[in-house]
């Protein structure tokens, strides 16, 4: 199965099983918009609670606030955004298709990368043990080729990127021979910029001071709360404000399903320092993320880090934390150095004074931000990219299987009489209305014991319990294990227990060690 195919089967799948619908489906969808469904909800519930338990709950010296999405339109001038956050956009006069000229030439570098990882495996294969790697790609003549290559135009595009350079930027696409994937032409159009903010009008005028704009990150709600929580909150440096919430973004090209999406959610923590300890906390932040994802069970290899070739307006150091997806390696957080940009220039558009009192110094300053920026719907098609498998069984049947990670799986615990009959619903239901007030648990009596196994391995609960015969004679039932599939009788004053050893966030979350 090719990687494509897979990622069109996770679609499907998660259609199927209601983890997520188009939005407006009946009226024929609206682009880049979705609905979670009844599964789907809990599993981004849970992604969103295991998030802040780890930054707020475990954190002392990190608060959560929830700040509305229409702010001040001043405040989109003052962080830059009016101005600055666009995206450069090139159309292809055949196709009549639009495309992110950046995305372009970074897929067009990317396949110069795969080119020479071809390479190299042929290679690693022809010489076997004695193959030097390194030797290999510092002399092999077509190798040395590609990479000159990639590294001139990785430089003249980030030198274009950074000088908002959009002439050059056409200039790589038309010298390089970038075409359009659909009409395969280089007929293009010059580049231009595009604001990705929606605005609106608030109230009754509808004259240019009634537009806001819908935000396009959370962190600005942040910001512009840091005097009120530093003081209600009787807070000290460090510190750090973490917040989840809806950001919206007129996204040019919105494809591969909820990877960018128009309407989406962010979980960002803004963490004030003091100027000069940035670096410190910025590697603090890097390392502690990276270890955040690893606690799922996730293997490392599905990630990389990417640091900025261009570096925002607003920051002095930033790294992506990279998920590999079915359409590869691609941006799932951005961890940040905002130096202290935002807090100044607020205080510059607000006039207020934005600004730390250091009571062993006797100084006043205005804090440096590090910020961890995740967005929910990318960490949901992380996790499903990494649960979806398709196995075979020893018998010769197969399944499919989400491997979600317990603590963020939709349903718990199924709970499943073997027959629908000599009073098994009756105790199933008795057992569940005691689990349930711990655990998210599904009740299913139709079918058999098989076919309804294997519906709970398709939307990843991580166990099923069944209630047979013997349960009336002494008080057991059997529990099966979702990866395993492995069954064993406990008693049901069990069943508790067992399911916390996975859920418990003392055995998953314990990130200081
Ligand atoms: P990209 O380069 O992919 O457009 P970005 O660098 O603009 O992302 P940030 O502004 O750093 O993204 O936003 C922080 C996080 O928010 C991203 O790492 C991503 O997980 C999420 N995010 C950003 N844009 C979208 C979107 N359109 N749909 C879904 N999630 C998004």
Not at 19 to 43: M, T
Not at 270 to 287: A, D, I, L, R
Not at 378 to 386: D, G, I, K, N, Q
Request: net charge neutral.
């Amino acid at each position: 199965m090719t990687q494509e195919e897979l990622f069109k089967k996770i679609i499907a799948h998660t259609k199927e099983y209601g983890f997520i619908f188009p939005s407006s489906e009946i009226y024929d969808g609206l682009a880049a918009v979705y609905d979670y469904g009844q599964l789907g909800s809990l599993l981004k519930n849970n992604i969103r609670e295991y998030w802040w338990k780890s930054m707020v709950q475990l954190h002392e010296n990190i608060i959560g606030i929830d700040s509305a999405i229409f702010m001040h339109p001043t405040i989109w001038k003052a962080s830059g955004h009016v101005d600055a956050f666009n995206d450069p956009l090139i159309d292809n006069k055949d196709s009549k298709k639009r495309y992110r000229a950046d995305v372009l030439i970074e897929e067009h570098l990317a396949k110069i990368e795969d080119k020479i990882n071809k390479e190299v495996e042929k290679a690693t294969k022809r010489f076997g043990e004695i193959f030097n790697r390194e030797m290999f790609i510092s002399t092999n003549p077509r190798v040395v080729e590609y990479r000159n290559k990639f590294n001139a135009v990785k430089t003249r595009f980030s030198k274009a990127l950074n000088n908002n350079d959009l002439n050059d930027l056409k200039n790589i696409i038309e010298e390089e021979g970038i075409v359009c994937p659909v009409s395969g032409t280089h007929n293009w159009t010059d580049v231009r910029q595009f604001n990705l903010m929606f605005s609106t009008q608030m109230g009754s005028i509808t004259e240019d001071s009634g537009t806001i704009y819908l935000r396009p990150e959370t962190a600005q709600g942040i910001f512009v709360n840091f005097l009120n929580v530093y003081k209600t909150g009787r807070m000290k440096i460090p510190f750090g404000i973490a917040q989840t919430g809806k950001a919206f973004r007129n996204e040019i090209v919105a494809r591969q399903f909820i990877f960018r999406m128009r309407e989406f959610e962010q979980m960002e923590m803004q963490y004030f320092v003091k100027p000069g300890e940035e670096m410190k906390w910025f590697n603090y932040w890097k390392e502690f993320r990276k270890k955040w994802h690893l606690s799922l069970g996730i293997p490392e290899a599905k990630f990389r880090f990417h640091d900025h070739e261009k570096i925002a307006h607003y920051a002095n150091a930033a790294t992506d934390i990279e998920f590999e997806f079915p359409f590869g390696f691609k941006e799932l957080e951005g961890i940040h150095s905002r130096t202290d940009f935002d807090l100044s220039q607020h205080q510059k558009f607000s006039g207020k004074k934005l600004q730390y009192f250091d009571n062993e110094t006797n100084e006043s300053y205005v804090p440096y931000v590090i910020e961890t920026s995740i967005g929910l719907d990318r960490m949901f098609l992380a996790v499903l990219s990494f649960a979806y498998n398709e196995e075979k069984l020893e018998d010769g049947s197969e399944r499919i299987v989400l491997r979600i990670p317990p603590v963020l799986a939709p349903i718990k615990i199924a709970v499943l009489p073997l027959v629908k009959r000599d009073n098994m619903p009756e105790k199933a239901y008795e057992i569940m209305n005691v689990l349930k007030f711990d655990f998210m648990c599904q009740y299913d009596e139709k079918d058999t014991i098989g076919r309804r196994y294997r519906r709970q391995d398709a939307i990843g609960t991580p166990y099923c319990i069944t209630i047979d015969q013997q349960t009336f004679e002494d008080n057991t039932v059997t529990i099966r294990e979702r990866d395993t599939m492995k069954q064993v009788r406990v008693l049901i004053s069990k069943i508790s227990e067992i399911v916390n050893e996975k859920l418990n966030l003392k055995n998953i979350l314990n990130l200081n060690k």
